[in-house]
């Protein structure tokens, strides 16, 4: 037997529970893993309290994102092998809050020596769409990338990226992320009522382009200070900044293999700050659902 978090009814954390089942079974393009760590995502409580559609069958397993070693291959699977460590997104109606789980073969890459189980748990998700976002409008060294929302799991990848690329960063989170956003190279500026003229007193002629992570009212004060709304780009809001004249992300099957790259070789730090047992797992979600986590959760079963 194996157990799992699910969420029994859409709503908030009284619908979650841990529940044992039998190990699940990989099918066609999948992987059976025994799961060393799982990252915790902002997505994970908004699929729950159905902002995010109502269309998951329930009860819902929950995680997309997992490390883990692999112990049965589905049919149609090449280049894995039961025995190897890898990292990637759950399969179809999968969680990875649990022991274990099945990913999804298309997104799952072989786990670098150098980089430890929980890391590697922290990119399928976070560290691939920092790599997207960061690389979906080419900037030159020197350029300026603005960040809102830099102090979360996203944001402090997405700011180390682009100072390995030399570009100038300013990083907009909350007074309490101040020396960890720093600590990526980037500028600070707190977020909050004035947030855009504290940009401005940094980058007066505006930014080169501005990656929002939150969204809303927010990314709505803060797009004046792009040159041109084309090159505000949003993982949280699609609808906001098309509004603005900005994109969504891209996502790319390629991101979670090049983050995972530049991850093994030191380059970017997924910055994991808080870990829990998976009998503690609903309150790794209610750290993240309460915005007060500094950098990445992650649950270790």
């Known amino acids: 037997m194996s157990k799992a978090l699910v969420f029994a009814a859409y709503g908030g954390p009284e619908t979650q529970e841990l529940v044992e089942r039998p190990a699940p079974a990989p099918g066609p393009g999948e992987l059976a893993i025994e799961v060393k760590a799982a990252g915790v995502n902002p997505a994970d409580w908004k699929i729950r309290a159905g902002q995010m559609g109502s269309h998951w069958p329930l009860p819902a397993p929950m995680g997309r994102e997992a490390s883990g070693v692999v112990t049965a291959v589905g049919a149609e699977v090449e280049n894995f092998a ?17 022991k274990h789980t099945v990913l999804d073969a298309a997104q799952t890459v072989q786990k670098p020596e150098e980089l430890s189980f929980a890391d590697a748990a922290a990119l399928p998700v976070a560290g691939a769409t920092a790599y997207d976002v960061t690389h979906q409008i080419e900037l030159e060294p020197g350029q ?6 830099a102090g979360g799991g996203v944001g402090l990848m997405a700011a180390q990226i682009g100072n390995v690329h030399k570009f100038t960063v300013i990083g907009v989170a909350s007074a309490a992320k101040q020396e960890l956003v720093e600590s990526t190279g980037a500028t600070f500026v707190a977020s909050g009522e004035g947030a855009a003229d504290r940009v401005r007193a940094i980058a007066p002629e ?31 809001d699609p609808t906001t900044v098309q509004q603005l004249g900005g994109v969504a992300v891209v996502r790319t099957r390629e991101g979670l293999e090049k ?4 991850a093994q070789y030191g380059l970017v730090d997924p910055q994991v700050t808080d870990r829990y047992s998976l009998d503690r797992a609903a309150e790794a979600v ?16």
């Open 82 to 98: 039961v025995g190897d460590m890898v990292l990637g997104l759950a399969a179809k109606g999968q969680g990875t809050f649990a």
């Open 144 to 149: 300026t990338m603005l960040i809102l929302g």
């Open 206 to 236: 505006g930014v080169d382009v501005l990656i929002d992570l939150v969204g809303g009212q927010a990314l709505r004060d803060l797009a004046v200070v792009a040159k041109d709304p084309s090159v505000i780009i949003s993982t949280a």
């Open 259 to 262: 983050v995972t790259g530049v």
């Open 286 to 301: 209610a750290m993240v659902e309460a915005g007060r986590t500094a950098g990445k959760v992650i649950i270790e079963p």
